[in-house]
């Protein structure tokens, strides 16, 4: 079993930047796969970045280039840097942990981008 507790959300005015972190506890960390997904009130959950456990990284066009995610294994926490942050990135933003079938969720971080 993986627990996962993102911290790092707030507020925050447009063109600013936020460190999200999900710190995971449970189990052998550095296998699994983890992503970040947020979802906005209305609208549906989307995967936004993803880091293998080899370090390879993926992103959704909405934030490629602004955001970067990264790991750190000792730590058994991985991050989400968000640069240039626009009111449309309001969201909850969720860590997820994958490994096969299994899958597990934090329980959110509450972003708020505005003036």
């Known amino acids: 079993q993986v627990q996962l507790v993102e911290s790092g959300g707030g507020l925050v005015q447009p063109g600013g930047s936020l460190r999200l972190s999900c710190a995971a506890s449970?189990?052998?960390?550095?296998?699994?796969?983890m992503h970040w997904y947020r979802q906005a009130p209305g609208k549906q959950r989307e995967l936004i970045a993803a880091i293998t456990s080899g370090d390879t990284t993926t992103y959704a066009d909405s934030v490629k280039g602004r955001f970067t995610i990264s790991r750190d294994n000792a730590k058994n926490t991985v991050y989400l840097q968000m640069n240039s942050l626009k009111p449309e990135d309001t969201a909850v933003y969720y860590c997820?942990?994958?490994?096969?079938?299994?899958?597990?969720w934090g329980q959110g971080t509450q972003v708020t981008v505005s003036s």
């Open positions: 449970g189990s052998i960390f550095s296998i699994y796969a």
């Open positions: 997820n942990a994958a490994l096969g079938l299994k899958v597990h």
